[in-house]
């Protein structure tokens, strides 16, 4: 049991948990585990694993619970001393209860989902566009408009002149959108954000390898793909109609770092590939599906690693970037976070995470002194 949750005795990175607005600090002694996995292309979800017992006859101190129940708001931070870090904002989806063969305690898992829950509760046939085309950015604020959610940043264009049938749920089909565009598409807090990689956003505390005592990371492993286009090439129709013409598009996302990757291969010649006609309605869209393409393809190299919650001290959240040092001059600077893993248990607090990086160099300026004062 995590004793160490209790409000009473909260040690540094415990783990807060709010049901429909209030702490549910009686139930902290029963509470095993917490997970919470955040991206910034999907919905993020929490799930949160009690051990249940039996109080009367028809009372079990878990799932009898008025709080536990689907559709009741759920926030999940992690507190550091008298400061607290948001994590997660959303709804209660599932609860399931399992029931051991021998007598004793039953195990209650929780699973949340964030906001996005609310736009896919129904199936919507619609054809945007049909009387006026539309942009992605344009069926994005009219959605949210309609269940009363804002946006977190003003959503991005996207294609223009669309004429585009949906016929799925709301956030599914704005998660196709996104994949069209190479956008994000996430929520913070009860606020979405839809619009291509925050990459000059400023940096969330610098992550650190190899700082003896103040290193926070306590694994990273990097892989740099050369072996992904510099530029993609699409076709546009000639004014006479018998012929094409090609179109060569390179990434236009801010670097990480002082060095685009494509420098790696500059000297082999050009390294582009040819995008597929099929599907592309307009020169626009076809421009604007070579530009996400080749964005994509730009983030060649990628890593993962493991953080100690309590001596890095924050929360990391995908979505934004976040400084690396210790790791040197070639790959540490600037990493665009798109996955994270928060975890509470017995063994403490631990955040797994994946990052991106689309240049060599470190670029982090006076905050790459972070290292260099600790060393």
């Given at each position: 049991m995590?004793?160490?949750?209790?409000?009473?005795?909260?040690?540094?990175a415990?783990?807060?948990?709010?049901?429909?607005?209030?702490?549910?600090?009686n139930?902290?002694?029963?509470?095993?585990e917490?997970?919470a996995?955040?991206?910034c292309?999907?919905a993020?979800?929490?799930?949160?694993?009690?051990?249940t017992?039996?109080?009367?006859?028809d009372?079990?101190?878990?799932?009898?619970d008025?709080?536990i129940?689907?559709w009741?708001p759920?926030?999940?931070?992690?507190s550091?001393?008298?400061?607290?870090?948001?994590?997660?904002?959303g709804?209660?989806?599932?609860?399931?209860?399992?029931?051991?063969?021998q007598?004793?305690?039953?195990k209650?898992?929780?699973?949340?989902q964030?906001?996005?829950l609310?736009?896919?509760r129904?199936q919507?046939?619609?054809?945007?566009?049909d009387?006026v085309?539309?942009?992605?950015?344009?069926?994005?604020?009219?959605?949210?408009?309609?269940?009363g959610?804002?946006?977190?940043?003003?959503?991005?264009?996207?294609m223009?002149d669309?004429?585009v049938?949906q016929?799925?749920t709301?956030?599914?089909?704005l998660?196709?959108?996104?994949?069209?565009?190479?956008?994000?598409?996430?929520?913070?807090?009860?606020?979405?954000?839809?619009?291509p990689?925050?990459?000059d956003?400023?940096?969330?505390?610098?992550?650190l390898?190899?700082?003896?005592?103040?290193?926070s990371?306590?694994?990273?492993?990097?892989?740099?793909?050369?072996?992904?286009?510099?530029?993609?090439?699409?076709?546009?129709?000639?004014?006479?109609?018998?012929?094409?013409?090609?179109v060569?598009?390179t990434?236009n996302?801010p670097?990480l770092?002082s060095?685009?990757?494509?420098?790696?291969?500059?000297s082999?010649g050009?390294?582009a590939?040819?995008?597929s006609?099929?599907g592309?309605?307009?020169?626009?869209?076809?421009?604007?599906?070579a530009?996400?393409?080749v964005?994509t393809?730009?983030l060649k190299?990628?890593?993962?690693g493991?953080?100690?919650?309590?001596?890095?001290?924050?929360v990391?959240l995908?979505?934004?970037?976040?400084?690396?040092?210790?790791?040197?001059?070639r790959?540490?600077?600037?990493w665009y976070v798109?996955?994270?893993?928060?975890?509470?248990d017995?063994?403490?607090?631990?955040q797994?995470?994946?990052?991106?990086?689309?240049?060599?160099?470190?670029?982090?300026?006076m905050?790459g002194?972070v290292l260099?004062?600790v060393?």
């Amino acid at each position: 049991m995590l004793n160490w949750l209790d409000d009473l005795i909260r040690a540094p990175a415990s783990c807060i948990v709010r049901i429909a607005g209030g702490e549910i600090s009686n139930l902290y002694p029963q509470l095993v585990e917490v997970s919470a996995l955040l991206s910034c292309s999907e919905a993020s979800e929490v799930t949160l694993v009690f051990e249940t017992r039996r109080q009367s006859e028809d009372r079990w101190s878990i799932h009898d619970d008025i709080r536990i129940r689907p559709w009741q708001p759920i926030y999940l931070a992690a507190s550091f001393g008298s400061r607290e870090e948001e994590i997660f904002q959303g709804f209660i989806r599932q609860v399931k209860v399992e029931f051991p063969e021998q007598k004793g305690a039953a195990k209650v898992t929780v699973t949340c989902q964030d906001n996005s829950l609310l736009l896919d509760r129904t199936q919507r046939e619609q054809r945007w566009g049909d009387d006026v085309p539309v942009t992605d950015g344009e069926i994005a604020r009219r959605i949210l408009s309609e269940v009363g959610l804002d946006f977190l940043d003003l959503p991005g264009i996207g294609m223009s002149d669309l004429v585009v049938q949906q016929n799925e749920t709301d956030i599914r089909f704005l998660a196709k959108r996104a994949q069209e565009n190479a956008y994000d598409l996430f929520f913070r807090g009860a606020r979405l954000y839809f619009g291509p990689p925050r990459f000059d956003r400023s940096p969330q505390p610098t992550i650190l390898v190899y700082a003896g005592t103040a290193t926070s990371c306590i694994r990273f492993d990097l892989d740099d793909d050369g072996h992904h286009p510099d530029a993609v090439i699409y076709e546009i129709a000639t004014d006479s109609g018998d012929s094409t013409n090609p179109v060569t598009v390179t990434p236009n996302l801010p670097l990480l770092g002082s060095e685009p990757v494509s420098s790696a291969s500059a000297s082999q010649g050009q390294f582009a590939w040819r995008m597929s006609r099929e599907g592309v309605n307009s020169p626009a869209q076809a421009e604007a599906r070579a530009q996400a393409q080749v964005n994509t393809e730009s983030l060649k190299i990628k890593a993962n690693g493991e953080l100690d919650g309590v001596i890095y001290g924050h929360v990391l959240l995908p979505g934004d970037p976040v400084g690396i040092d210790g790791i040197g001059s070639r790959y540490g600077g600037r990493w665009y976070v798109t996955k994270v893993e928060h975890k509470f248990d017995m063994g403490g607090y631990r955040q797994t995470f994946e990052v991106a990086r689309n240049a060599y160099g470190d670029d982090l300026g006076m905050l790459g002194s972070v290292l260099a004062a600790v060393l």
